[in-house]
């Protein structure tokens, strides 16, 4: 089986973002989530993911919180930004209408 | 950009709360892999297992830390402080070498730092003005001088017929003296100038206007601008001043405005009262004799000083095509505008450039000290760079530790050399018109960049060198046993060379200046300065005892009379200059019979007794008498330089020298004097020899009145029953400017003589330093050779040739060093001579002397660690090893 490709640049913040957009979540819940929805096709490591979630940070997208977890143990929680929440529409916007241009090419047929 | 504002708390915390940023990674991470481990377990693994997964997915604990550790802003900042800490904690371990490398960048860096503060006013701070670089100066040249003055009818030609320039403008020193009803006389420095100087420099009044060209005609209403000092000093900074007319030679003049306090700073008029308009009458707008005109002119946008100096030199030539009557060997000539002149300029920049030697050799020796220090802990390295310590990390350590310590020795010399500053801006140019040494922005930052350098430069190459040792070579060694590998002892050796060759070439350089300034200003003046007082009185035009020319005499001559009545003055004289320290009064193009060409002269005028008073000798005919007076038979009396060149070969006594134009009333020649000279830094010749010429007091008359008196008792005593005796004759008249002609020679040679001080105290500074560094480097290298030369003596050698084996590659090195640094002096001479072309070259002996001073200091340097080295007891080291 070939590895399945990596995430297109600056993807993986985007569906950190969405993600987080529905709710706040811990690191770990973020990493469930992303394995639930997207299943196997996108193989995000979880040693990926605290770097970017630290950069998204630092760049004031999204927001931390210590908070007590479901389990009754003190979890960072994160939560998107009103910053974060108008990138997202911009980005999701953005990947859109990138999709349908690559797809429309795809679509060509060939005579 | 909103996004900005959530992003600071996150990013202030991973700046300032270091730990609290990693604690909380710790944290996460933690939850991450617990929560990892316990659905792991669900799904059956063992908890070790559930564990190890947990670990494995997450790409390792550690290594993500480090990802997430890279995203943190300042990553650089961090490491940067950890070598901080690193090198404070090492320079704390090893205090002796702190200490050594801390004070050697003090000096190194506050004496570049003290320097720079000093000569930045005359070097590199602009003019005050807008767009100075289009200023420029106009000078008349003549075979004697290339900085003549010009006169009134020359000026308002060349300001007529230019196209080159914006404004041209002419001004002139002036005394006046300030006589409000009940208050005493004062003496006001006045600079009395076109209309148009205030435009030509473009500076705007703090309070009021300042006067045009409207004010400066003949007949109009006579206006003055006050200084900003003479404002606050006089008038307590009342801004009521304007509108308000003060009592100015005898009539009223209003004051129209105030300069602001900048204006007064540029050196080359000095300390100025008031500005007022000549307002010339339409006589002395036709005067081409008196020349007394200092031009300066701003050249219009585009123009260039090449371009201007060709047009003017064109009209100049116009002008003496129409007037045959002028000195045809004279030119014009434009410089552009310096705060100090030329020569001065350059010298100070020379001078600068030495004091650099200084911060090399302070490098050189910091290198020594890091390289010492590098050998020693040259285990530290290697083992370092055996647990996989990069090379470049290390050489980054390296740097760091001399950039701590540069640091805190800038830290030191900043404070340090500010207050030198203030104690040569105070001890060294108080008396210096016009120069105001400030601490600035520029001196700091320069101070920085030195000790910057400076850390850079003796960092990095030890550090290289050690980067280069092989860490195996180093492990093996016995840590006592070990000896420098051979390449730092080249260089060791090297560093040794070096310094001795910028000791040496700083010494030379400031023994090449100072010598030739000496031998300058040793010239001999052609009159004996010591035991002379001059004072300067100002007469008023109207006063009950100056109305006529002939109450005028009268009074001179009292005045004289009573000044030589004083105990202890043994001759007295009135003379229109005073001292000639610098240069005379007035100059005068004369005419000489069966001549057409006019001659300029210096044109001095003094009672008979001028001659005896400065002892001025008589070389032919005679001096002036009590009979040489209105009516007699006019005389003058002239020096051997123009008596020379104009009757080459002839006796000049009996031929006539008198005025240009229809009314010539000729002078008798009636002696020759020896020539009086002034030191000269100019580029024509080393000694101003201009031609001067004396005519009797009693038949010409003066406004300038000097008292010159020469005395065997102390000048203070003299200066009050001076005083005494003016204020008898006339309580209203000021007496001023009393001052030995010794201190007024050495005003003229002021700065120069600071300049000289300056140099010889950085290049004893240096040299001390270059003595320091060989002493620590040679003391270095006897320790490390302590075993063997321990072997040499148990085994009979005599302490002699313990000390020759030492002393040997002393002397080997310094012949080199002297030879590198002899080369280096030549070339420095041969610089200095084509900045300052008429310097006379210090004397063989002072060249041969300097080079034996410094072998000398050499060898001392090497000699003392030798001898303590021959004189360890060999058991003491063998039973070490």
């Not at chain 2, 997915?57 to 690193?86: C, F, H, N």
């Not at chain 2, 060759?501 to 700083?506: E, N, P, T, V, Y």
Request: net charge positive; proline share 5%; hydrophobic share 45%.
């Amino acid at each position: 089986m070939s590895k399945p490709p990596d995430l297109v640049q600056g993807t993986l913040d985007l569906l950190l973002l969405k993600i987080l957009a529905l709710e706040p979540l811990h690191g770990w819940a973020i990493s469930q989530r992303l394995k639930q929805v997207s299943g196997d096709e996108l193989q995000v490591s979880d040693g990926s993911l605290y770097p970017a979630l630290h950069k998204l940070e630092l760049g004031g997208w999204i927001t931390a919180e210590w908070k007590t977890s479901e389990l009754g143990r003190r979890a960072k929680f994160y939560s998107l930004t009103r910053a974060g929440r108008r990138y997202l529409e911009q980005e999701t916007a953005h990947w859109h209408r990138l999709t349908s241009a690559i797809s429309r090419v795809l679509a060509l047929k060939e005579t | 950009m909103g996004r900005w504002i959530y992003a600071i708390p996150a990013r202030l915390k991973a700046i300032l709360l270091r730990q609290r940023i990693e604690r909380d990674l710790d944290d996460e991470l933690a939850f991450h892999v617990a929560m990892q481990t316990r659905a792991n377990a669900r799904e059956g693994m063992s908890d070790a297992e559930a564990y190890r997964r947990a670990r494995i997915e997450i790409d390792g604990v550690e290594q993500t830390k480090e990802r997430s550790r890279d995203v943190l802003p300042l990553r650089w900042a961090r490491d940067a402080m950890q070598d901080v800490r690193y090198g404070l904690r090492g320079l704390r371990k090893s205090p002796r070498f702190t200490i050594a490398a801390v004070l050697t960048v003090v000096l190194g860096v506050g004496a570049n730092a003290t320097i720079f503060s000093v000569l930045n006013p005359l070097l590199f701070k602009p003019l005050p003005y807008p767009e100075p670089e289009r200023i420029v100066n106009v000078f008349r040249t003549s075979p004697q001088s290339d900085r003549w003055p010009h006169s009134m009818a020359n000026y308002l030609d060349h300001r007529a017929r230019n196209t080159v320039f914006e404004h041209l403008a002419a001004i002139n020193w002036e005394d006046t003296s300030l006589a409000e009803p009940g208050q005493p006389a004062e003496r006001l420095f006045t600079l009395r100038t076109t209309g148009n100087f205030f435009a030509l420099f473009g500076v705007a009044p703090l309070v009021g206007r300042t006067y045009t060209d409207a004010d400066d005609q003949a007949g109009a209403a006579e206006v003055a601008v006050l200084s900003y000092g003479f404002w606050q000093r006089h008038f307590n900074g009342d801004p009521a001043i304007v509108g308000r007319p003060i009592r100015i030679n005898a009539g009223y003049t209003t004051v129209v405005g105030v300069m602001p306090r900048d204006f007064e700073y540029p050196l080359f008029w000095g300390n100025i009262d008031i500005w007022r308009p000549f307002a010339a009458s339409a006589q002395q707008r036709q005067d081409r004799g008196n020349n007394f005109l200092r031009e300066f002119a701003r050249l219009k946008p585009g123009v260039t000083l090449e371009q201007a100096d060709a047009a003017m030199k064109a009209i100049d030539m116009q002008i003496l095509a129409e007037n045959t009557n002028l000195d045809r060997r004279g030119g014009i000539r434009l410089a552009e505008l310096s705060l100090v002149n030329p020569v001065m300029r350059r010298m100070s920049a020379f001078a600068f450039g030495l004091t650099f030697l200084v911060l090399l050799i302070a490098c050189v020796n910091l290198a020594n000290l890091q390289l010492a220090r590098t050998a020693a802990r040259a285990r530290e390295f290697a083992i370092r760079g055996a647990i996989g310590g990069g090379k470049g990390r290390l050489l980054r350590q390296s740097l760091t530790d001399s950039l701590v310590l540069s640091m805190v020795g800038g830290a030191i010399a900043i404070p340090l050399s500010f207050w030198c500053t203030r104690l040569i801006a105070t001890r060294q140019f108080a008396d210096l018109q016009g120069v105001r040494i400030t601490i600035e922005p520029a001196t700091l930052a320069f101070a920085f960049g030195c000790a910057v350098i400076t850390g850079v430069i003796f960092g990095a190459v030890p550090a290289w060198l050690a980067s280069r040792a092989d860490i195996n070579d180093v492990l093996k060694q016995h840590p006592q046993s070990m000896t420098a590998g051979r390449g730092p002892q080249r260089f060791r050796q090297g560093l040794i060379v070096a310094e001795i060759a910028f000791a040496l070439i700083m010494l030379a350089g400031a023994v090449s200046l100072v010598r030739g300034l000496q031998r300058i200003t040793a010239v001999d003046p052609g009159w004996r300065v010591d035991g002379v007082l001059a004072a300067r009185l100002n007469l008023p035009p109207v006063g009950p005892n100056y109305t006529t020319p002939e109450a005028r005499r009268v009074f001179f001559q009292t005045l004289r009379d009573r000044a030589a009545e004083i105990p202890g003055v043994t001759h007295a004289a009135v003379s229109s200059s005073s001292v000639p320290t610098a240069t005379f009064g007035t100059s005068t193009a004369f005419a000489v019979e069966g001549r057409t060409d006019p001659v300029l002269a210096y044109n001095e005028r003094a009672t008979p007794e001028y001659f005896e008073t400065l002892q001025v000798p008589l070389r032919r005919g005679r001096l002036f008498t009590a009979d040489d007076r209105v009516g007699r038979t006019p005389v003058i009396v002239i020096n051997e330089a123009m008596a020379r060149a104009i009757w080459p070969g002839e006796d000049p006594i009996g031929k006539r020298i008198g005025n240009r134009g229809p009314n010539p009333n000729w002078r008798e020649v009636v002696g020759v004097v020896g020539d009086i000279t002034f030191p000269s830094f100019g580029a024509s010749s080393s000694v101003d020899t201009a031609f001067q010429a004396f005519m009797p007091l009693a038949q010409t008359g003066t406004q300038f009145v000097n008292i010159l008196l020469r005395t065997n008792r102390e000048p203070d005593a003299i200066a009050a029953e001076l005083r005494r005796v003016v204020s008898a004759l006339d309580p209203d008249l000021p007496v001023y400017g009393l001052v030995t002609a010794r201190a007024a020679e050495e005003r003229q040679t002021a700065s120069l003589r600071l300049l000289g001080n300056v140099l010889a105290g950085f290049s004893g500074l240096g040299l001390l330093l270059a003595a320091l560094g060989i002493f620590g480097v040679v003391s270095y290298s006897t320790a490390q050779r302590a075993s063997e030369l321990g072997m040499r003596m148990a085994l009979g050698a005599r302490q002699s040739v313990v000390l020759w084996l030492v002393l040997k590659q002393g002397v080997g090195l310094t012949m080199v060093g002297v030879a590198v640094g002899m080369a280096g002096g030549l070339a420095l001479g041969r610089v200095l001579s084509s900045l300052m072309p008429n310097l006379p070259a210090p004397e063989l002996s002072v060249v041969i002397g300097t080079f034996a001073f410094m072998v000398f200091v050499a060898l001392a340097a090497f000699s003392i660690p030798a001898w303590r080295a021959s004189k360890t007891n060999p058991m003491l080291v063998l039973r070490h090893e």
